[in-house]
């Protein structure tokens, strides 16, 4: 087993135990920490994966934004959101039969696959990852639209959340 | 390659020797000498940041008029020692209902979001912990570690003013990483790379404070509210919320709070210096002639870096102890109404100017961008200044400059 | 450069599931947007993976998770503007409790 | 895996262990006599009144919208701006029209009132 591979398993194990976290805790102020932990894990395995942009594009966004939003909101919530009494429905084993099962499936068709035990091959030498992303997503014969059309997104989001919050203000 | 022209790799090679001459894995050595070469890094930060408090306290005491630390050594040079073995042996009080792990972790995260950035920080051509090609990015991503902290600190601390002053801070950080983030933009495009080191060679020639003096201004306004530095302090504000999210702590937990404070603005003085005024190097070609090759030894650069950080550090502390605190309504609108346009016009104009002016001779090239600037911050200016006018005339209030004539008379 | 891809596969597959299960189980409206987000980071661990074992100088799978990026960051300002106005109005952030529109 | 990653990883790590050593070490030699009033929760000697959880503004909450808004766009706009050397002037335009869609997301906040405090 090479280094490499127990940093993986290691990530893995905090990625996963930190996603549990999220899902069982009762405070939710401690989910939202424990969502922290797992996206920056997260952030790790992209940096494995050689992916330099998305990884710190995922702390700045996931850590520096969306989970400040997820404390904002809870704490604003937070009377009701009590950590006190259960957090789950009554029928919670529902979906954890339902986890497990879409589990078992998704693993058994991942291995069933030819060719996905193979080992990734070295980046060429001279790729820049951040240009090339960079010249994919401004050329008109890659990814401009979706480029152009996630700024809509993104506005329509602003608009519809501003929307949102003003309307109960009156 | 000798120590004088590249102390790191040289010493590197030479412990590599020693490690593998005691017959260790070459994985396990080369880690080894990562491991001693960030401690290294870190306790030059530190001891830095020792020398810090002491600065501070003497340049605030001259700024009052007072003398500042002078009774412990000469100049009062081990005052800063004393404040650690004080913080250290003092009772460290975990107050009731406080959030016991969350309290702890969070001074020990807004330490290490400061320390992080040591990492990528070149303090000369061939000393630099790595050369990352998202550097910028990276500068950004440890800012979000810091906003995590400090809504930890404050959440966990169960106290009333730790999380109005947290909420605050936490806004006030927010808010203000936008027209940096936009801002950071501009090194990339004028040098074409994210990376922190390629921004310093490119500014060999001319450095981009010339080329954008209005980024320069952003950013270092940018940078003191990520400080949480007057007159953006009102995370702090003694008279109303005491001292903030970091009101409950004592001992050492209170100290990373401020010693992470401290090394945060002097990073920020190092990362104004990589990003508009060349960093260790932009001598305008200078080091390039024989008589002034000495300029590129890396421990010159290495002094050159700091001073030049120092001085951003310098200007930080002007501004901190001569302005006083705003409101955080003026706050915000002055962020979202005024700096965010800005930084996007900013963005814009360097964008296209850029592209069309890079055909031009270099001397035409550096006069049309700061030219350009010029217009801008110009234009901004009167926009301002009719702004006010239409302001006092629908509230009233006399035209001061109306108002001191009659005062002259 | 050891790693095969299965491995990241089998991972992303089982925060996917632990997302599902805290979405369908959590009663609370904020609780199950940290669900959701966790089943969004599930597929761009699959979409990295594949860009990085495929071909990395195709970018598709770089430019899709930073689309995904996009559409999380949208989801979670809507969604959580969305919930705290329901709050403001119901004072409860309960999903089952939220049934006006139910019949 | 590259090796400025395990760099940045060591230095993450180290970084957590250095402010560690002298808060473990303080509490080693620190003084530790805990009493109720000490312990209290500090509010300039008054005693204190009701829970901690003060209703505070949710127009800190729509800043902080505004910002995630922002922050996502502004951090897209990177891969743009390192092509700019390459590509021609157009791709500069279209850098220009996400900017303008923005600026659009601004406009409307400032002119609903989003971005006044009161």
Redesign the interface.
Known sequence: MTAEQIIFLLTGALVLGAALMVVTVRNLLHAALWLVVSLFGVAVLYAILQANFLAVVQVVVYIGAIAILFIFAVMLTRREAMEKGRQTRNNWWIPVLLGLFILTGLVVLILSVPGVERTATALPSGLDTVQALGMALVSPDAYVLPFEVASVLMLAALVGAVYVATADKK | MTFWNNPINFIGYWLNGVLTGWHLPA?LAT?LI??IG??V??LFA?TLDIGLVWVERKVVARFQDRLGPNRIGPFGLIQPVADIIK???????????ADKI?Y?IA??LA??SV??L??ILPLASTIY??????G???I??A???G??AI??AG?SS???????GA?RM??NM??Y??PM??IL?IP??LA???SVRGITQAQSGMWFAILSPLALLIFLISAIAELGRSPFDLNEAESEI?AGFH??YT???F??FYAGELLHAFTFGGFIAILFFGGYGGFFGLEKLAAFAWLNIPFVQALVFIAKAMFGYWVIMWVKYSVPRIR??HM??FN??FL??LS?VV??NT??L???LIVLPNWLYVLGMFGSNIVIGYVTVEILRAYGRKQRKAEQIPDPQAHTQEQAV | MSIPLSWYLVLAAALFCVGLYGVLSRKNAIAILLGVELMLNAVNINLVAFWRYQNPTQMAGQAFAVIVFAVAAAEVAVGLALIISVYRRRKTIVADEIDLMKW | MQNEWLYIGLFLVIGIIVPVVPLVFARLVAPRKPNPIKQSTYECGIETVGESWVQFKAQYYVFALVFLVFDVESVFLFPWALTLKQLPLFVVLEGVLFIGILVAGLVYAWRKGMLEWV
């Open positions: 994985v880690l990562y491991v960030i401690i890094m870190i530190m913080m250290v042996i003092k009772e460290d009080i975990t107050p009731d209902g969350v702890n001074p020990v330490a290490t320390i992080v040591w990492a912990g790595v050369d990352l090609n998202v910028l990015l990276f950004v991503a800012g979000a570690l906003t995590l809504i930890m959440w169960n106290n009333k003013y730790a999380l109005l909420f936490v806004s927010i808010s990483e936008i983030v936009i933009l990339t495009i074409d790379t994210m005491v009101i409950e001992g050492m937990k100290g990373w955080i309504d915000l609108a979202w109404k965010v346009p996007l963005l814009v964008a296209l850029n592209k069309i």
